[in-house]
């Protein structure tokens, strides 16, 4: 293995071996408490443009899964079809792997997929500096490599979700196929709810999640005008980045909000932001961030409590929200905000993810509730 570096832009340096691509690269710095799940977090759309640090000492002992598809494209065990984070920074990697389902080992995925990882980096040091000084941008400089430094760019500025979305409309029926893919004009009447789904950087599970529960999903690029579209639900999903870089998303959820035809939203993550963005609330960088699968959060107004997975560094301001939106969620670590709703209408969010995978699921009955609104709001039609 040959000897590489994190140099962060404070100047720390981080000296360990390179496991991954032999290769240079440059990205934000974050890191992830989590003590399972790296398949999962290597292919969140969520990492985009960032470089991953593992907390956990120990990475890569159960390999990696298959990257097989299901009958409607969407992955197996994975939550995008590719390693979205630039690089993977670990303490201690294991070349030892054993699972049921491991296909082959994370180092010979990660150099198939040209993405550079680190080995034996202090990561308690790094995740140290990384509380104190906030999330900052790093290189990483692999020996025989030096001559061709990476640069690195403002995170906050580039749009990643432009960059993760889906580039077409793609439409998963309840029975698990695809019923097209291209543009609107191939939709057709649907004999179950339809639920549009707005594509920032979406994890397949959160698709598995609501086809699971008979719904027809009609995915759309994060720039797609959906009011367009017939549809009887709403669902902003998760994705990379500044949510200030997705105006015409915000755009066209508040032209949603404002139709007089009122039909349930969800949103989570960056759906989250965005929701409360359309609504006029306002949004800030935390320092540095939730990752990992421990996150307290309370349900407001009553004494319940969720352990939630999350990943984002963005949050909403909740003393900005409207009179007519609320908190749902609060973080029990920091107080910030972890979920919205409006007061009367069936439009909510939360900040956490609950379809999980990888962590809890314990938050899982949202989508139960998101479909409860929907089947009432027909109802409500039908009379």
Not at 91 to 98: G, I, N, R, V
Not at 303 to 324: E, K, M, W
Request: proline fraction near 5%; glycine fraction near 8%.
């Amino acid at each position: 293995m040959k000897h590489a570096q994190l140099i962060l832009d404070d100047g720390s340096t981080f000296t360990g071996w390179s496991v991954g691509h032999e290769g240079n690269t440059a990205g934000e710095v974050v890191f992830n408490t989590a003590m399972t799940g790296y398949p999962e977090s290597l292919t969140d759309p969520s990492y985009a443009g960032q470089m991953l640090v593992m907390t956990y000492p120990l990475t890569g002992n159960y390999g990696v899964p298959s990257a097989g598809k299901a009958a409607n494209g969407l992955p197996l065990f994975l939550e995008s079809d590719h390693i979205h984070p630039s690089a993977l920074i670990m303490a201690d990697y294991s070349e030892a792997y054993s699972h049921w389902n491991a296909q082959e080992s994370l180092a010979a995925w990660l150099k198939r997929c040209r993405v550079p990882a680190l080995t034996g980096i202090d990561t308690r040091r790094l995740t140290l500096r990384l509380r104190e000084q906030g999330v900052m941008t790093g290189r990483i400089i692999v020996e025989g490599h030096e001559a061709e430094p990476p640069s690195a760019t403002d995170y906050g500025s580039v749009n990643w979700v432009e960059r993760v979305s889906c580039k077409k409309i793609i439409c998963y029926r309840s029975d698990g196929t695809v019923a097209s893919e291209g543009d609107a004009s191939s939709l057709v009447s649907a004999p179950v709810p339809r639920v549009v789904l707005v594509d920032c950087g979406v994890k397949a599970n959160i698709i598995r999640c609501l086809i699971k529960r008979g719904l027809e999903v009609v995915r759309v690029p994060w720039d797609y005008d959906f009011n367009r579209l017939e549809f009887d639900g709403l669902f902003l999903a998760n994705g990379p980045g500044d949510p200030e870089q997705c105006g015409k998303t915000i755009e066209h959820i508040r032209t949603f909000l404002n139709n007089q035809a009122v039909r349930p939203c969800m949103g989570i993550c960056l759906g989250n932001q965005l929701l409360a963005k359309a609504a006029g609330a306002s949004t800030y960088k935390l320092k540095y961030g939730h990752r990992s699968h421990n996150q307290p959060v309370r349900q407001m107004g009553t004494n319940r409590c969720f352990i939630t997975s999350q990943n984002h560094g963005y949050a909403v301001d909740a003393t900005t929200l409207p009179r007519d939106w609320q908190p749902l969620f609060v973080n029990m670590n920091d107080g910030s905000n972890e979920g919205i709703r409006h007061v009367s209408r069936p439009w909510f969010s939360a900040q956490f993810h609950p379809e999980a995978c990888s962590g809890p699921t314990d938050t899982e009955f949202l989508f139960d509730e998101f479909t409860d609104c929907i089947n009432d709001s027909q109802k409500k039609h039908i009379q």
